[in-house]
């Protein structure tokens, strides 16, 4: 016999499952340790074993069992009083579901009756009182106001773990005014100023090029509003990029964005190693990028190009509040001259906003040598210091490539 199960109970007829397991193919005995309580943890005793042999070890092999033995208690006055207790809660669930019946059909008076004279405990008493201003009283106030109380108890608890969570997708097919909505996209930055419902989104790589339009998202009305079809345009703002990062911090409303992989850093792009993925494979609704009331941008002059096309690790900050909101401000054209970070993609940042500090964690350093692998450390920056700190020296660092 390989896979068996092992039943037991005081009658033939009503037997609980207690063992689900197999046997070794050897001649050594084994033990196993066989379930003696019930769900509620009360002991229960038992007079018959049932032993279904469910697998043997080969299809040529007849399913035999040579040596069985058994180990518990048989202390008569033990046993007598395990099977009194067991009684008693049989009987406790039964009159539970005769209790919980008539409540259901109505029969208020023969429910109170018998639950009066068993001095049984149906539920617990929110519970009951609960039921009784939903289902009976229909006081909808009232039951509202007992579900803070419910919760409290924690008797919502074995529900809610029953109930494992699960996430639900529900694909937006948001546009402007004017019918458009950020092209396709992969290595993109995104941020959310969850107080006002807004989540901006800037930058990333459609497949050809990098990209440097920047939008908000109304959560509220499901709308798209460019901001910016190229930044690069702006005062003080960052080129095109892709798997750049980007916090907003909700004290002051201002977007910090750091990094990128762009066109700058390498002659060729189709020369970086894919330590990132692009991909141009999207199913998305064709949109145009560029308002037919806005002339598309022009070319840079080589001292504005110079700013953000060059490997400096550039800092930028953007103002959604106060009286520079809309602008963009030009932090460190180098963070690692100011004892902040390398130039480096696919990193992690965050923003604690009570303390004031950004943190910026990991990325592959962008230096020109492609044929190793050079990973940043962990940075803070200080906002209102306006300090760069290394908190970890890098891990990893000149690694060559598989």
């Not at 990325?363 to 290394?390: A, E, H, Q």
Request: proline share 5%; charged share 20%.
């Amino acid at each position: 016999m390989k896979e068996f199960k092992i039943y037991v109970g005081l009658s033939e007829d009503n037997m609980t499952e207690v063992l689900h397991s197999g046997l070794k193919n050897d001649p050594a005995p084994e033990t196993f340790y066989v379930r003696s309580v019930n769900q509620a943890g009360l002991a229960f005793p038992t007079r018959y074993i049932k032993i279904e042999p469910l697998s043997a070890h080969g299809q040529s092999f007849h399913i035999s069992i040579w040596y069985v033995a058994l180990n518990g208690i048989v202390d008569e006055r033990y046993v007598s009083e395990v099977g009194a207790k067991h009684e008693e809660f049989q009987e406790t669930i039964v009159l539970r579901h005769v209790l919980k019946h008539l409540r259901q059909r109505r029969f208020l008076g023969p429910f109170q009756s018998v639950l009066d004279r068993s001095g049984l405990q149906l539920e617990h008493p929110l519970i009951t009182d609960l039921h009784t201003s939903l289902v009976i009283n229909g006081d909808y106030t009232g039951c509202e106001a007992l579900l803070a109380s419910v919760a409290s108890a924690g008797l919502f608890t074995t529900s809610l773990l029953s109930e494992q969570p699960h996430a639900l997708w529900t694909r937006l097919n948001a546009v402007d005014p004017d019918g458009d909505a950020p092209s396709a996209r992969s290595g993109h930055a995104m941020c959310i100023d969850q107080e006002n419902g807004q989540i901006y989104l800037f930058g990333g790589w459609d497949g050809q090029k990098n990209l440097d339009d920047f939008w908000v998202f109304n959560v509220q009305a499901e709308a798209w509003k460019i901001i910016s079809y190229a930044t690069q345009r702006d005062v003080n703002g960052p080129g095109p990029r892709s798997c750049h990062k980007m916090v907003f911090d909700t004290a002051t409303g201002d977007i910090y964005v750091f990094g990128r992989l762009d066109e700058g850093t390498s002659g060729d792009i189709g020369e970086i190693p894919a330590t990132s993925v692009h991909s141009s494979g999207f199913d998305a609704p064709v949109t145009s990028p560029v308002s037919p009331r806005q002339s598309p941008p022009g070319p840079l002059s080589s001292s504005r190009s110079s700013v953000w096309s060059s490997r400096g690790a550039q800092f930028y900050r953007y103002h959604t509040r106060g009286r520079d909101a809309g602008k963009w401000e030009l932090f460190f054209r180098d963070t690692s001259a100011a004892g902040g970070p390398p130039l480096v993609f696919d990193h992690q940042m965050t923003i604690d906003s009570g303390a004031q500090v950004i943190y910026v964690s990991g990325g592959r350093v962008v230096d020109g040598d492609w044929d190793s692998l050079k990973f940043s450390g962990l940075y803070s920056y200080d906002i209102r210091k306006n300090k760069w700190k290394m908190c970890q020296y890098e891990l990893f660092s000149g690694l060559p490539l598989p």
